[in-house]
Each structure stands twice: as structure tokens, then as C-alpha cells.
């Protein structure tokens, strides 16, 4: 047996050292190569490619395809199609021997309509930016018409002299359409569509020698933007500052900037400006004595929006942290956070007015210049207990708070072998996990890893622990090649402020584990070279999560053997991976005489897929999902992932496109598999029948290609609204619309746009219970009436959770469940009310338009006891305070 200390740190500079060697080799390599290219161009005849090929920049384009799609104007049906077309040009290269250089010239025509109008749009910039220098980069404004042309040369590669060679490839680049008033679109990657015409040396492409007819991409679409200006009134300041808008629902699309949120300068009158703004709801906020915050502000599609702000009434906040059960326990360097609450913020108003500051040594904290009314309160101190508070701030004067945590726990833990002697310089580490969040999972729900080394005596002392937590020693070990080990023991929960029981661990490596790994259960069969077999204990046995617990990991020999040595005598799991087999695991159990445990692992071979998803013009298309052996129909269900696959298949599973349109399946052991390719707006041909993919094909990359769905394909839905006692709805929203646009004019609504196939559709309104429509069935091109939709009134239920002292308990969970006339029985078919999970913050839960009839909240609290609430609601408002219990 052999527990050593951790590896030194001169290894990992040697590697390093390795590292630089190989950088400084690989810069060398760059400056030959330079130099031997300004040698090759600096010998020419002075003309650039530019210049050799400005005839290629008047090409013609090529026609053929159906473009634009349908609605776009007839006007703009007779020009040509949208598939670029692509010619070569060679020149003689001087000194290289009287060989050829290659140039590939392309040409491009599309279209650019307004979203909502579908029209052409006029002066929007189309820019085309590749990621390599041999191909510049080129712009160009569209017409009236809409229509723009695009016109690039890419350098291609040296010839030899019989004039044979391969064309270069079309580089990949970033498109962005930009327009004034309007949204600007990007796409990265983009690869432009492309047709290869046989053209002789030196000529131009035309249309007579095109060799294929790629189908027209749908048109690029802007959508109208919006306008936020404003100023802050007596701006305290008088210099330059920053506000911060924040979108409420979905990203934000700001200029130069994709994200959640945007910021922009105030000036020294404190006015500032917000172009490009997607419609929608925003928020801003600003710090200027005091948070100053506005949420609900609208945005219109090609509107401006005025916002005037105001300086809000200030007080400061005094407080103290303190242990729990002791009046005089200060908490030093606790974290103490705060920020105002403004109803319906929901947590904008959190992350744009959060301030922070520590604790003094007695605990003691300030903060000036707060913004008057309600604040909550967050502490966190070095054990990782957290404390929360509300306080009410008025102003001009000094509110004051009290919040305490519990006391720290402490533990010992002494390590013994299994003749009870001490081990010295053992690293002992404490993995905490919070059971309440994360159930039996909570190993990975990590909040602390203390860590600490035993001593002579084979102790070690672990402070300042986080009461009732859930903790899981391990022993950290290393073996005289210093290769680390993880052994996993027995979960304890600690008790708030008690000194523990010393923690014994026993250390009993006295076992050796002996086994081979065989290609297949034949008799016959021979060994795995090279397989990976990891040893592992504990929560390493059950879950297969990238960061398991791995007590020991080898690798087979030439004959398929391995070996583990002074392992415990424990109850073990023995993985295995191999490149070209299938994983596989054993449970082991050794008995507790044998000193040598043997095992065989048997292997089925597998073999791999990678693929890429394109549309018809060669562009790769992401942002959905490959099904494989699976119908579009059940992607995504539960019920379908659980399924246990027949014997010599595999089971069902998806896998995402990346953003290069690539896919990838591993491991895979049938002789076939069906792979369906789904992304919005397009479809795989024929529609809805999987590529079969054979183990016997002679390459494992597959191309799966996507025909766009028109715009005269689209499907669309009309209808009537309004709510059961004849009042308009306000704030409609229609969910699972299948990328509809959603446009309302009184009691009217049209959905337009809708990709065809099976939708069923949830109505929700203000103060209504969301009422879900039956499967439609939506054809190409075809227009529903679906008629008058009505939608029930609901009911306004607000959930407030206090403790026995009446303060409110601010972080929790609530189900609710509808149920029937009497008990717990479900509610009949048809009563369109759904269970709804919720999680409740500031200690109060809102949920609007709930059916009427009666529910069942299930509420749970961190420390306090589950609670049960039967409710029966009626037309109007509702107010529930439920107390909670605090457990044992």
C-alpha cells in the first residue's frame, strides 16, 4: 500500500517547458513559410489578381430556379435566380516554374423584404465578411426592388502544368443585412448558395454553362425597429454616466450587440438614446442617489418611445449579522446584499440594483443612498449559510435590520488501515451537497469543497462547515507512479453549532482485481488492446456524469488483460471504453475471504456517424435536432427515451445541430439506423421518411439536405376572440404557433406564416384560463377559420408564505393541482386546467387566470415542513397566506 503525497509542481513546468519548445518551433515554421511566399510574389510581372481579374467583377449571373418566392412582387419574378454563379479564372503564375494559378469568381443575387409587409426592401446594406484573407470581403445596397447583387473572388490553388487541378473552396463568412429603422439581421456562419460551372480558362461564367439548377432560398426578412429616448430629470451627477436597458422576455438585439441586456451613455444633462430596439417590453435603470428604475415601458415597431426618469426619494439601511440563538455573535467578512423590490420588476430590478458590501468585525453593515420603499436582503458568510431579510427604507431617514445565520459546524475525521494504525498524509475531502435542490443527485449539486491533510496521528480538522448539509468524505490518494484515486464513504449531515462525534474512515486495500476484455463472447475471441477500465466506489457506480468519482483508472495490454492492486475490499464497478466497441460495465462484489477477484468483460463492436444538415444550396443550417431511429412526431418525449431498444438495435435518441450544421452519433451497435433531420421552416424530402444509414457503408459521413418550406407553402389560422362575457382580450399570446406571426385587430386574430404540419395551440389573456386547442392538422398553403374562441375569466390567486412570527419566508416551491368534485380526483376531461409548477420569491407567488374550481397547492420551504392547501376558487381575486412549520 502506498499513499503519497500530491504530485510536485516541477512536472507541470516541465510540461509547460514542452509546450514552449513546440510554440517556438511552430513560429519558425510561419516565418519560412512567409519568406518563401514574398519570394514566390515578389518575382511577378507587377499585376496583381485584383487586376487580372476585373473582368470577372461584370460576370453575368446565372438564371434558373423559381425566385423570388410567391407575394414578392411580380416585377421581380422575370430577373434571375438567387444561386450564385461561379467561374474560373487562370493566369501563369511567374517563378514557379511555368505553372498556374487559380482564381474562382462568384456572383450572387437575392432579396430582402419587410417582415410584416413582405415587401422589397430598398437601401439595406448586405455585407459579406469571410473569415480568410484570400477572399475579400464585399458589400453591396439593394434596389428598390429589394434585390441586391454580390459579386467576390476567391484565390485558388497552384496548377500543375497539364492545367489539371481541384478548384478552390468557397470560404465561410459572417452576413449581415442592416437598414436604417430597422432590426439588423446577422448569420455566422454563412456560406453563400454556390453552383460549379465548366468554363474554360480565362472566361467568365454565363448562363448557357451552368451544370445544375439549385433551388431559390427563401428571402431575407427585417423587422421594423423601435426608438427609446429619454432623460434623466435633474440628472445629480453633472457629468457623463450609464443606463441600462433590459428586454423582459426574450434577447435583445441592439446594434452591435446580441444579449439580455444594453447599456448607453447619459450625457452631462443626463438624455441618452436607444436605436434599433426589437418590440417589445423593456426596463431601465440608472444609479444616481439611489436606483432609479422604470420597468414596463413598450416598444412599437417603427415608434418612438419617451421616457422622462426621475430622481427617486433616498435613506440609508444600518444593520448587524448575527449568529442564530446568540445576541452578541457578530458575523465578520459576511456578504451582505441588497436591492429595492418594485413589483412586477420580477429580476431585472435584482441584477441591475444589486449593491454589496462585508461585514465589520462585529457584524456590522451600512448603506447609504438607497432607494426608498421595500428592499430585500441576501447574506452569505464563508460557510456558505445564507440569511434573508425585507426592510422597508423611507426617506431621509436610517432604517435598521437584524439578520442571523446559523453557527458553523465542526468536524474531526481520523483515518485508520484495517488493522487500525493511522495513515499519515492522507488528503481528506468533504463534498457538499444540498439534498432539498437536488435529491439523491446532490453530489453534483457542489457548494463547498473543504479539504484538509491528516497528521501523525491520522486526524484532520474540518471548521466553519455549512449546518444540515449533506457531506461525503472522500480520501484523496496517490500510488508511486502518482496516479490519483478518489474512494468514496458513507454520507453524514451535520448538526448547526454541535461539535461532531469523530468520523473514522477505514482504509482496507488489501484486494487485487485481475480481468480481461474480449472483442466478443465467442470462445475464440481475443483480447482489446488499449481499452480504458476504470475502477470506481460509491456514487461512481451508479452515474454515468463526466465528473464521477474515479477511484482507479488503467488501460489493457496486448492480450486484453488488466490488473488492480490493493484496491478496497468494497463493493466496485469495472467500466470499460474502447475505440470501435460498445461501453460496457460490471458490477462487482467481492467475498470476503478472497483476496483475488476475477472478472471478464465481453464487447460488441460499434461504429460511428458524423454528418452535416444543408439545404439545398450547399448552406449549412443549424438550430435544430437529428432524430435517430425515432419520428419527428414523438421527438423529445419521455416515453420515447425510457424505451428499452429491441435486441441488436439502438435506442432512440437526438442529438443537436452545432452551429456549423454538424452532427455526430457514437457508440452505435445495430447494422442500420434511420436518421431525420428537423429545423424550423425546413423539410427533409420525402417528407417525414428517414436516411437509412448501413454499418457497411464504405464512409461514415452522411449528408443530410433540407428543401426550405415557401412562403406560398405556409400556413395560416384566423379567427374570432374574446373572453366568456363578451369583453375584448387583452394581452393576447398564442404558444406553440409554429413560428407564426400573431397579428390582432379588435375581437379579430390572424396567425401567418405557420410552418404546415400538426399544431396544437394554447391561447392565454389576461385574467384567463389559457384555453389549448385540439391537434390541427395544417396543410401547405391553406388558411383555418377557426372561428369564435372563447376564453373562460380566471381567477387572480396571490400566495404569500410567513413563518410562525408572521415574517415572510422568501425562497420556496408550489404545485398546483386541480381536482375533481370530491377528494383528490382529477377534474373531467375537457376541464382544460393544467398542474402548474411554480417557484415563489420574496416570499410571495403570483398566479393569474386560474380555472375556477377547487385546487390543491403543494408548498415547500427550505427548514420548514411541507404544507397542503386546498383552495376553491371563484371569479375575481384571491389572497392566501399559508404559515409554515419549521421541521423538528
Known sequence: MNLLPRRPARDIVTRRGRVGTLTVAGLLLLLVTALFLAL???????????????????APVNSGGAWPPEGAGADVAEETGTSPAKGSVRAPAAGVGGGEQSAEAYSWRGLVIEKITGRGLSGARVELTFEFEEAKDVTAVTDERGVFDLTWVVPGTAFEQDGAGTDAEQPQGRL?????????????????????????????????????????????ALERAGWIRGQVAGWGKGEAGEICLRHWHRELALGEERGAVARTSLDSAGRFAFTALVPGQYSLAVQDRGLIFEPGITVRAGEETWVELGAPATGSLRGQVLLRGRTRSGVAEAEVEVWPTISGAGSAVEQDGLQKVETDGEG?????????????????????????????????????????????????????????????????????????????????????TPQEETDDDGRCA????????????????????????????????????????????VYDGDLTIVGRVLESEEATAGGVAGARVNLAYGH??????????????????????????????????VSVEAVGFVSERLACTPRPDADILEVTLHLAP????????????GNTLDGGRVLLNGSLARMGSKRQSNKAPRP??????????DSWGRFQFTGLSSDSVGLLAAVPFYRQEPAGQSVVVFRSSPSPFVTLVLEPVPMAERAALRGRIEMADGSPVEDLAVRGKRGGTLTQE??????????????????????????????????????????LVELRLGTDLKVRLVDENGRRIKRGGCVARPLGKQGRDKPPAGDGREVLRRDITNGELELPGLGRGRWLLEIKARDYKAQEVFLRLKKGQQMRVVTMEPKG
Open 606 to 617: 460499434s461504429w460511428d456517424i458524423e454528418g452535416v444538415v444543408v439545404d439545398g444550396d
Open 462 to 505: 474540518f471548521t466553519r462547515l455549512r449546518a444540515g448539509i449533506a457531506y461525503t468524505p472522500f480520501l484523496e490518494l496517490y500510488d508511486e507512479d502518482w496516479q490519483g484515486s478518489w474512494l468514496e464513504y458513507e454520507t453524514l449531515k451535520l448538526k448547526s453549532g454541535a461539535q461532531q462525534e469523530e468520523l473514522v474512515l
Open 648 to 657: 441488436g438495435q439502438d435506442r432512440p435518441q437526438s442529438t443537436a445541430i
Open 540 to 573: 461512481g457506480m451508479h452515474f454515468d456524469h463526466p465528473e464521477a468519482p474515479i477511484y482507479k483508472k488503467t488501460v489493457t495490454g496486448a492480450d486484453g488483460s488488466f490488473r488492480f492492486e490493493d484496491v478496497p475490499r468494497k463493493a466496485c464497478r
Open 364 to 448: 456590522r453593515f451600512v448603506f447609504e443612498g438607497l432607494r426608498a420603499g421595500g428592499h430585500d436582503l441576501r447574506v452569505r458568510t464563508s460557510w456558505d449559510d445564507i440569511a434573508l431579510g425585507n426592510v422597508t427604507v423611507e426617506q431621509g431617514a436610517e432604517a435598521e435590520i437584524t439578520l442571523r445565520v446559523s453557527p458553523s459546524a465542526e468536524l474531526v475525521v481520523r483515518v485508520i488501515d484495517g488493522e487500525g494504525a493511522p495513515l499519515e498524509e492522507v488528503e481528506v475531502v468533504l463534498i457538499a451537497a444540498d439534498f432539498l435542490e437536488h435529491g439523491d443527485r446532490g453530489l453534483w449539486g457542489i457548494l463547498a
Open 746 to 787: 379588435g375581437d379579430s386574430f390572424t396567425l401567418r406564416g405557420m410552418e404546415p404540419g400538426r399544431a396544437s395551440l394554447t391561447f392565454m389573456g389576461r385574467g384567463a384560463v389559457p384555453l389549448r386547442t385540439q391537434a390541427l392538422e395544417l396543410a401547405p398553403g391553406s388558411e383555418m377559420d377557426l372561428g
Open 40 to 58: 514566390q510574389s515578389g518575382t511577378g510581372k507587377g499585376e496583381s489578381l485584383d487586376q487580372r481579374s476585373a473582368g470577372v467583377a461584370a
Open 176 to 220: 449581415e443585412i442592416s437598414a436604417a429603422d430597422f432590426v439588423s439581421l446577422r448569420r455566422y456562419p454563412f456560406c453563400p448558395p454556390r453552383e460549379t460551372l465548366a468554363v474554360a480558362a480565362g472566361d467568365g461564367p454565363s448562363a448557357s454553362e451552368s451544370t445544375a439548377s439549385i433551388a431559390a432560398q427563401p428571402p431575407f
